[in-house]
Structures are given as structure tokens and as C-alpha cells.
């Protein structure tokens, strides 16, 4: 038994992106998302692998648990489909019938599956899942007294909540009841633009600079009602979510000249449009909603969670023309988050702990929470790979590789503890050279087998931020956006200004053109000590090259979860044009490596998102 040490398990499962958190006496120990483990895509299952993570990075087995916390009440949302489901009836039945088998048998018996897919005996708690999502915004946030906002497609009944937190404990003041949701709104354009809802929303927001806000009068005229305080309804007879299984319906079609691109087919102008007209209409949504949070908490900070939070262009709108002077963002934002959420909530909450803030700094270690591996198993797997690798001291390693990279050449970097949360933030990151024209073609086509149109984000040195973009505060989770600094930027010629859609990714912007997206802005990583090989390796590149940055995507294909083992990583790099990989301290070339051959077309496992 652990004595007088608290162990805390949180989970998170059945909606999307199930994940396991840790908490011994407090202090978030460990997290993972399911995903990383099963390499299922926001696999939704009971994290028994994650769980597992989590036990074994502290040497503990569930016996020493002290509780077990639920990021949902699964009766509620039960509750909800159910009284959805007779709101719209006849016309719900399909929704209901693909809905319910899968809710009553694993989400109403949580309690069964708990105890007995784990072996667990003791107390069992359930939180409310806005009050999860709520709790892993402000828990660990760097303030003492903070705004609260989260903003989401489905939780419960309510899809955006504002709160205040003070010390210990929060509480929530305000909330937005489904269907009246943003998150729902951003998806139903997702979906009619041809990408997949609830992955595919970053790819609106990136298409989004590539269009004009054209439709931005309709959405207000027709799909919304907006109110002054950012609360809004929303016209139900445009979707489809209530009733049926797609999200849109034919009058949302007849709206906006046609039915919706079908999945992979050609992206046109009207996509583009379409993306910076919702992009556009939800920063106002939260410009709004938190202008109002302002003014009835008092409070300068702000701390944000939940799926919307992701939304990095809206976070770095919020920060430059909105009313507070802090922000501070879960970088688990999704219902991963939700694990550390409910763990957090049992212990302040429950048992009454006190929340001791070190200003300026957050409780998530980076969020560099999931599994390592140490030198042994990485020889142990390259050899059996027969693969050809080399060891090198650390500065020797980091001066090698800046080379590489100043070369032009594409490394995956696999480094220390796995990021919990979506974004790759130098632990399991495919690393290129800013400066070159040609790298997010390259990356985009070549390596992550994605769409040309997507860009990629920088990351720099927390020192030198301000000498790259317009922006003088840490963004440690990639979650904020801001322009490329002006002296950087290359104006447009008459003819170039005159370039629309795809066209425009042709022209150099800036002297860091791969991370320089077309409206000149950049999704920014700042990275200090925190992560001291990342941080160091980023300087070793300034050394060689005199720029502190370098391209940051996440280490996986498209469709893939972020790799999370040596042989995760190896299999991505085989399978990639990427030039080398870097796993610990161990250095791969692609050109000495034996021949890779695998059965059929791999793609196939991943499902395209
Ligand atoms: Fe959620």
C-alpha cells in the first residue's frame, strides 16, 4: 500500500479521445490519451493502456488508488440523446438507434466497467463534464484568481460555460445550453467543406486565410442569432445534428450554392470563403462572450478550455484585441483534458486541498506527461530492426543535427517524455528549416501525405520571440498565433495581391517562408528550459544558421496519432521521405537503413481525417 501518499486516477472516455491522468499528493505525475497506445485515431475505448502508463510510471498497482474520478456523469448525457431524441421524433430515429446501443451498455455501466476492468474496489467519483473541463483550465493555470471559459461542440447540457476561479476552487456563473453551440457551428462548416467533424476543424482554420469573409453576412442573417453578451441561438432549421447523422441539411445547402464538397474532391473558392466567414464569425462569438466574462469577473486573467480552445487564430485574436491581460490555455483542451480535469477537481474540491501558485508558471510540466523510453530499449528495437544508427554525446548530437536541418534536409525528433494534448512540442516532432521555400510542400506532400494547403508552425526560442513575430509572451503549448514581425514580411506585388485561393501559397512572404502562413501569420511554439534538448537544439541551429527557429509538426502521417514508441517512430520514418530520425541519443541516416517492406498499402490502417 502507498501509506499516506494520495494516488488520484482520472478518465476520460466513450465520447472522443479517451486519456488517463495521475495525481499523487496533488502533482500531475502522468497523462496519455488512448491514442498514442492502441494508434487508433481519438480512440474513444476504456483507456486500460493509458491507465496502465500511468500506473507503472508510478510504480504503483490499483490497489494503492486512492480514488477514481469520471470526467462525465454518464446518466446526464444519457439523458440528453434521450430528450433529443423525443424532441425531434419521428425524424431522430436513425441518430438514436446508431446512438443508443453503445450508451446504455458501456456509458450507463461505468461503474461496473471501472471496477471490474480494472480490478478496482475503492470510491468511485463522477463530475459534471463542463466542471471537468472547467477544472483542468484552471487548476493548473498559472493564476491565483482567473475568468473562465470553455467553449465545446456536446458535453452535457451545456455547450459554453464562463466561471471565476479563486484559490482552490471555482465556480461557474454563466452557461449555453445545446443545441446552441459554438463548437457545433465551427463542425457543421467542417463537415460541409468536406473534412472530417472533430479532426478536421484545424483544417478549416488553416484553410481560412486562403478565403474572403463573403458569407459572414449570411451566417448572421440566417444560421445565427447573436446577442451582445456572445450568446447566440442557433436556426435548428439549417442543421441536422438533432436528427440525423450528418450535420447540415439541404436549406444549409441551398444557403451557400450547393451541397457540400464531397471528402478529398477539389477544394474550391468557396471553401476558402466559406472557412474565413466561420472563422471570422466565431473570433466575434468570442470576442463577445469574453468581453462579458470580463466585465462581471474583474479579472485580467483569463484561462480557456474545451475543443474551441484549440482554435489558435481566435486565441491570439482574444489576446490582441480583447479585454484581458493574461491568457492561458489547457493545452489538453479536448476531452483528453478532461482526465486531468476530474482529478484536479477531487483533489482541491473534494478533499479541500490547497492550490499553491507559483506565478508565472503553470502545474503541466510542459505538458510533457506521457511515456520515455531509456537507451536500452531503443538499441534493444533498432536492433532488431537490423537498423544502422549512431551514438552521439549531447552537443555533438545537437550540433549534428542543426546541420542537418540547415541542409534542408527533414528530421524526426524523438526526444524524452511524450506531449499530452494535440500538438507535437519537440518531443515527437518532425523538425525542417524555416528559411526554405520549398519545405511545406515538401512536408505537406511527402511526409505527413497531406494536403498541400496546410501550414506549419515555428518553433523559437522564448529569447528571441519578439525578434520573429509580433508577440512578447510565452506560447508554450502552440496555441496561440500571431504575424510575422513586419521587418520580416515581404510585401506583395500588385500582380501577387491580386492572386486568390491556392494560388497565393506560391509567394514568399518572409524570410521564414515554411512557417509564414498566407496572411503573414504563424501558429507559435515558444520553447525554453523546459524542454533543455529542444530548446538547446534550436540554438545549436541559430549557431549555425543565425535563426532561432525552426518548422515544428507533429511526428506522424496523416490520419496517424502522434508516434508515441521507438518503433512507432522508426515504422513513420521508414514509411516517409523524412531524411533522418533522431530517437534519444541515438542518430539514423534513411539512406543506411535495410530496405523496408510492409504488406499491402499501410495507408489503408489510418483513417484519412
Ligand atoms: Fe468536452
Redesign the pocket.
Known amino acids: 500500500m502507498s501509506g499516506d501518499t494520495t494516488y488520484i486516477l482520472g478518465i476520460s472516455a466513450f465520447?472522443h479521445d479517451s486519456a488517463a491522468c495521475l495525481l499523487r499528493d496533488g502533482e500531475i505525475l502522468a497523462a496519455a490519451q488512448e491514442e498514442r497506445f492502441t494508434r487508433k485515431k481519438g480512440d474513444a475505448s476504456f483507456p486500460v493502456n493509458a491507465i496502465e502508463f500511468c500506473l507503472g510510471r508510478a510504480g504503483i498497482s490499483v490497489a494503492d488508488l486512492t480514488y477514481v474520478g469520471f470526467?462525465?456523469k454518464p446518466l446526464l448525457k444519457f439523458e440528453r440523446i434521450l430528450e433529443t431524441y423525443i424532441g425531434v421524433a419521428p425524424r431522430g430515429f436513425s441518430t438514436f438507434v446508431k446512438a443508443a446501443p453503445l450508451w446504455v451498455k458501456q456509458k450507463l455501466h461505468m461503474e461496473k466497467l471501472i471496477r471490474k476492468g480494472l480490478g478496482y474496489k475503492g470510491e468511485i467519483l463522477y463530475a459534471e463534464?463542463?466542471e471537468?473541463?472547467a477544472a483542468s483550465a484552471f487548476f493548473p493555470s498559472p493564476f491565483e484568481e482567473s475568468a473562465i471559459l470553455?467553449m465545446?461542440?456536446?458535453?452535457e447540457w451545456e455547450t459554453s460555460t464562463m466561471g471565476i476561479g479563486r484559490g482552490n476552487d471555482f465556480e461557474l456563473i454563466k452557461e449555453l445550453r445545446w443545441p446552441d453551440s459554438l463548437?457545433l457551428l465551427y463542425s457543421a462548416f467542417t463537415y460541409f467543406t468536406g473534412f472530417k467533424v472533430n479532426s478536421g476543424e484545424y483544417k478549416v482554420m488553416g484553410l481560412a486565410p486562403y478565403g474572403r469573409p463573403k458569407y459572414k453576412k449570411l451566417i448572421y442573417e440566417e444560421l445565427i442569432d447573436l446577442r451582445e453578451d456572445g450568446s447566440f441561438r442557433m436556426n435548428q432549421k439549417y442543421f441536422n445534428y438533432l436528427s440525423g447523422l450528418t450535420m447540415t441539411n439541404d436549406a444549409f445547402a441551398d444557403l451557400f450554392g450547393g451541397p457540400p464538397r464531397a471528402p478529398e474532391a477539389k477544394l474550391t473558392q468557396r471553401e476558402m470563403d466559406l472557412a474565413r466567414s466561420v472563422q471570422e464569425v466565431v473570433e466575434e462569438i468570442v470576442l463577445r462572450t469574453a468581453t462579458k466574462i470580463h466585465e462581471e469577473s474583474g479579472c485580467d486573467n483569463l484561462c480557456l478550455a474545451?475543443?474551441v480552445a484549440l482554435n489558435c487564430v481566435c486565441n491570439g485574436r482574444l489576446l490582441r484585441e480583447g479585454p484581458f491581460k493574461s491568457i492561458w490555455i489547457q493545452p489538453a483542451a479536448?476531452?483528453a483534458g478532461?482526465a486531468l480535469g476530474v482529478a484536479q477537481l477531487i483533489w482541491h474540491r473534494y478533499m479541500g486541498n490547497e492550490r499553491v501558485v507559483e506565478p508565472g508558471r503553470d502545474s503541466m510540466m510542459g505538458t510533457y506527461l506521457g511515456p520515455e523510453f531509456s537507451s536500452d530499449e531503443i538499441v534493444d528495437y533498432l536492433k532488431s530492426q537490423k537498423a544502422s544508427y549512431r551514438l552521439l554525446g549531447r552537443e555533438d548530437l545537437l550540433e549534428t543535427v542543426a546541420a542537418i536541418l540547415a541542409d534542408g534536409k527533414v528530421v524526426g525528433w524523438f526526444n524524452g517524455r511524450m506531449e499530452f494534448g494535440p500538438r507535437a512540442l519537440g518531443s515527437r516532432s518532425i523538425l525542417g528549416d524555416p528559411r526554405s521555400p520549398e519545405m511545406q510542400r515538401k512536408m505537406n506532400l511527402k511526409i505527413k501525405f497531406r494536403e498541400g494547403f496546410r501550414p506549419f508552425a515555428p518553433s523559437v526560442l522564448l529569447e528571441r520571440v519578439s525578434d520573429y513575430f509580433e508577440l512578447d509572451c510565452e506560447s508554450p503549448y502552440m496555441l496561440l498565433v500571431a504575424r510575422v514581425k513586419k521587418e520580416r514580411c515581404i510585401a506583395m506585388t500588385g500582380a501577387e495581391q491580386e492572386l486568390w485561393g491556392i494560388e497565393q501559397l506560391n509567394v514568399l512572404r518572409s524570410d521564414i517562408p515554411s512557417v509564414t502562413h498566407v496572411d503573414y501569420s504563424a501558429r507559435v511554439q515558444t520553447v525554453s528550459s523546459t524542454n533543455p534538448d529542444f530548446h538547446d537544439l534550436i540554438k545549436a541551429f541559430e549557431d549555425a544558421t543565425g535563426y532561432g527557429v525552426v518548422v515544428n509538426t507533429s511526428f506522424n502521417v496523416r490520419g496517424e496519432p502522434i508516434v508515441c514508441t521507438p518503433a512507432d517512430a522508426y515504422r513513420c520514418f521508414m514509411r516517409t521521405d523524412m531524411d533522418h530520425l533522431v530517437l534519444g541519443s541515438y542518430l539514423l541516416a534513411k539512406s543506411d537503413q535495410p530496405d523496408w517492406q510492409e504488406e499491402g498499402d499501410w495507408r489503408n490502417e489510418f483513417q484519412l481525417d
Open positions: 465520447y470526467y462525465d463534464h463542463h471537468s473541463h470553455t465545446d461542440g456536446v458535453g463548437g474545451r475543443g479536448g476531452d478532461g
